[in-house]
């Protein structure tokens, strides 16, 4: 059975920075396609960022260059490290995982995805 366990969401001041975990069981992290996605209040679930089977990452134009998306095959983890965080960064964030390459996902706030956790909540103040 697939499950997602995320984690490390938390309030921080603007400029500070986080790491989020995602704990995956009933599949391997590196033979699936996995990605972040993030629900702030009031709007729609949007793409964060995005890794494919082989390590090639992409990202969110609003995130690039402050977040990084990893994972670790020995620990079957997701991560996502966040930082000079903003207000408008904050969100409930969520992973999830497909069996093969989702090319809608990231656009589309995850479009196509086939498995979700339950989401880690991230707070910015100013």
């Known amino acids: 059975q697939v499950q997602l366990v995320e984690s490390g969401g938390g309030s921080v001041q603007a400029g500070g920075s986080l790491r989020l975990s995602c704990a995956a069981s009933g599949f391997t992290v590196g033979n699936y396609y996995m990605g972040w996605f993030r629900r702030a209040p009031g709007k729609e679930r949007e793409g964060v960022a995005v890794i494919d089977s082989y390590a090639i990452t992409t990202y969110a134009d609003s995130v690039k260059g402050r977040f990084t998306i990893s994972r670790d095959s020995a620990k079957n983890t997701l991560y996502l490290q966040v930082s000079s965080l903003k207000p408008e960064d904050t969100a409930m964030y969520y992973c999830?995982?497909?069996?093969?390459?989702?090319?809608?996902?990231?656009?589309?706030?995850?479009?196509?995805?086939?498995?979700w956790g339950k989401g880690t909540l991230v707070t910015i103040s100013s």
């Open positions: 999830a995982a497909a069996g093969g390459r989702r090319n809608l996902a990231l656009r589309y706030g995850g479009l196509g995805m086939d498995y």
